[in-house]
């Protein structure tokens, strides 16, 4: 091969291997921000059904203790939202929400409480504990991925 085309074929090369190179490297922070922005939207889902389901189980469980007549309506809210969990969430975070929505149908049918009786089943009244802690130890879980 003739050696006057070694300098032509060596930028050539070089030209090429910063185009490959700038092109790879645009395609894999594409990725990386998406895969960022896919895990952040994951959180922010988590996080706004725990709540809802956290407000609408404490608002239940609050009416349970006082009242005899249990809100159909508002326990299939509650276990709609379970449902949702099911797709999103850890196995233990979902047994920790039917627990609180079996807890909350027991208070129903229990007699109603007053607020003398507030000392008595003091315990009790953190109905939520178990399942807020499965879902602070999940968040961890999927925030150090």
Not at 12 to 30: D, E, K, M, N, P
Request: proline content about 3%; charged content about 30%.
């Amino acid at each position: 091969m003739n050696t006057i085309y070694a300098p032509a074929f060596a930028a050539f090369g070089g030209s090429a291997f910063g185009a490959i190179s700038t092109i790879v490297t645009g395609w894999a922070r594409r990725r990386r921000r998406q895969r960022e922005r896919h895990h952040a939207d994951a959180v922010s889902k988590r996080e706004k059904l725990y709540r809802c389901f956290i407000e609408e189980a404490s608002r239940l469980y609050a009416d349970a203790l006082i009242s005899d007549k249990s809100e159909i309506p508002a326990l299939v809210n509650l276990y709609a939202l379970v449902g949702r969990m099911r797709i999103l969430s850890d196995d233990e975070v979902v047994h920790a929400a039917e627990r609180v929505g079996r807890l909350i149908v027991e208070t129903y049918l229990a007699p109603n409480k007053s607020f003398v009786d507030l000392p008595g089943f003091i315990e009790e009244m953190d109905p939520l504990r178990e399942f807020s802690e499965a879902c602070r130890r999940e968040m961890h879980a999927v925030l150090a991925h």
